[in-house]
């Protein structure tokens, strides 16, 4: 079975500071992708960034970062220089890749995040 | 181009109304989905088309019927909607590779009176 854990439900930062949302996951199968979406509050999914279980470097997108460390199954994203835009909902998910190409995704629970001047 | 868009934006029916979401993308994308998201849930899946094919069905009740007229379209009907189907209806749509990323819509807020 296929498991996504974030423990923080919400986390506030400061603007222009960097701030961590912790994910981790647990699979027993070796090739997986992980994915990062930020849902404002109008509700759209907005996807942030993705690593793949097999890729050598962590993935970065802009202000985006995901530290991927296989061994502890954690797919934690970094976001730099945090704007008051920020502020969202933000969900970690994963897929693995065998049998078939549908993306079943499964979701963690969210971690709200609050941005102050 | 990464846009899913959505129809209507916001909806309220009574439990014995007739209505449809509609769905659309113009990104060539094979694969579309229907997610359900209550407040402050992650979303759950509800249906995968795959080349217009219906390829999965989370168990989700008869009165949500949904249609893939074409590669680009997507839609799902409601009759008969119950109270506790309030939620946001989120579209997504994917390429069916491997790594393939879903793409959101801005999804349609549905209220059953």
């Known amino acids: 079975a296929q498991k996504i854990t974030q423990t923080q439900p919400g986390m506030f930062v400061q603007e222009k500071e960097a701030v961590t949302l912790d994910c981790t996951y647990d699979t027993s199968d070796p090739s997986y992708g992980l994915f990062w979406y930020k849902q404002p509050s109008s509700g759209e999914m907005i996807f942030l960034i993705y690593q793949g279980s097999y890729d050598q470097q962590n993935a970065t997108e802009g202000r985006y970062s995901l530290n991927f460390q296989k061994a502890r199954k954690s797919a934690n994203l970094v976001i730099s220089a945090s704007q008051l835009g920020d502020s969202a909902m933000y969900f970690c998910?994963?897929?693995?890749?065998?049998?078939?190409?549908?993306?079943?995704?499964?979701f963690g629970r969210g971690t709200q995040l609050t941005v102050w001047p | 181009d990464t846009e899913v868009t959505q129809t209507p934006k916001h909806l309220v029916m009574g439990m014995t109304n007739k209505k449809s979401l509609k769905c659309e993308q113009h990104m060539g994308h094979r694969a579309m989905y229907w997610y359900k998201q209550k407040a402050k849930k992650p979303p759950e899946l509800m249906f995968v088309?795959?080349?217009?094919?219906?390829?999965i069905n989370e168990s989700v009740p008869s009165r949500f019927s949904p249609e893939c007229p074409n590669s680009s379209l997507l839609n799902l009907h409601l009759h008969a909607l119950q109270p506790e189907d309030s939620a946001l209806y989120l579209c997504?749509?994917?390429?069916?590779?491997?790594?393939?990323?879903?793409?959101f819509g801005p999804g349609t807020r549905l209220t059953v009176l």
């Open positions: 998910a994963m897929r693995v890749l065998r049998g078939s190409t549908l993306g079943r995704l499964y």
């Open positions: 997504a749509s994917s390429q069916p590779t491997r790594t393939d990323t879903q793409y």
């Open positions: 088309y795959s080349y217009e094919k219906l390829s």
